[in-house]
């Protein structure tokens, strides 16, 4: 299911992606939602661990619509029909990003008549990796990508005046309540400068656990409320100059608490950054 999906977007980026005008959703589209049915496109590799996880997920956590799954040839027949919303992967390049670095994303559009993948409105996208990164660096948090994607356009929904604004305005305030949570790192997400516990704690205050995949899955099935962990998108030794995303989500409820992206140069590497830790203690 790797669709291409050409994007015009300032690199200020928010997670819904402000995309240009031919995809930014609109209050109505966001309203019309609730009365659509949400098609999950399958991976047309039927071994697909894609496959195995996205049905797993939306079968327990799917509550904002109406829901089936289909094939891609299904999208491809049903895309222009109103009355439906697609769950989907797509591929994104960004037409003014030298780097010309491409994404997975996971991506909530609405049907439109008479239009490309490309232009149809977006209500709600999420970066899982570069291309050519494993799936297995994301699928384990895929539970709290699916609960994100609902509030997210829920929070639209609400706030209409959010669609149009940078939203990580808005989402970023959240970075003060870290002090109450126990934030969930990996080693391999981090900068040699804060690789272990005692180093992250010169810079970070707050109660932080270096942990393996398996314990971040574990907190976010459980929907742990004290947990908060990373999603990093980067290049992970597929390119050398491309951009680094750095999301903290909450494992029970996918609060966004902090995001920022970095170029990966020699003295920035794929990592979360010892900056990044002093920027969520609030230095």
């Not at 799917?62 to 591929?91: A, C, H, R």
């Not at 290049?235 to 996918?254: H, I, L, Q």
């Amino acid at each position: 299911m790797r669709r291409g999906f050409l994007v015009s977007v300032l690199m200020a980026w928010s997670v819904i992606l402000i995309k240009g005008q031919e995809h930014l959703p609109t209050k109505a589209d966001y309203d019309s939602f609730y009365n659509s049915k949400t098609l999950v496109v399958m991976d047309p590799s039927p071994m697909s661990d894609y496959n195995f996880k996205i049905k797993d997920v939306i079968l327990k956590h799917w509550n904002i619509s109406d829901y089936e799954f289909i094939t891609e040839q299904e999208f491809e027949d049903m895309k222009g029909n109103p009355g439906y919303s697609f769950l989907l992967t797509t591929v994104v390049t960004f037409d003014k990003d030298k780097t010309k670095a491409r994404y997975n994303f996971l991506s909530l559009l609405r049907g439109k008549e008479n239009t490309d993948v490309r232009d149809m409105p977006d209500l709600c996208s999420i970066p899982l990796s570069y291309l050519r990164v494993e799936n297995d660096s994301y699928t384990y948090k895929m539970d709290a990508f699916i609960t994100f994607i609902q509030n997210h356009v829920k929070l639209m929904t609400a706030h209409p005046e959010l669609i149009k604004a940078n939203v990580f305005k808005y989402y970023n305030k959240n970075v003060k309540s870290l002090k109450d949570k126990t934030l969930y790192l990996v080693a391999d997400d981090l900068e040699p400068s804060v690789n272990t516990q005692k180093k992250i704690q010169k810079v970070y205050p707050y109660d932080v656990k270096i942990v393996s995949r398996d314990e971040v899955m574990e907190a976010i099935e459980s929907k742990n409320p004290d947990v908060v962990f990373l999603h990093k998108v980067g290049p992970e030794g597929t390119r050398y100059k491309a951009r680094c995303y750095k999301f903290v989500m909450g494992a029970a409820d996918a609060q966004l608490y902090y995001f920022d992206y970095h170029m990966v140069t020699p003295k920035k590497r794929d990592y979360l950054l010892e900056k990044d830790l002093k920027k969520m203690a609030g230095h």
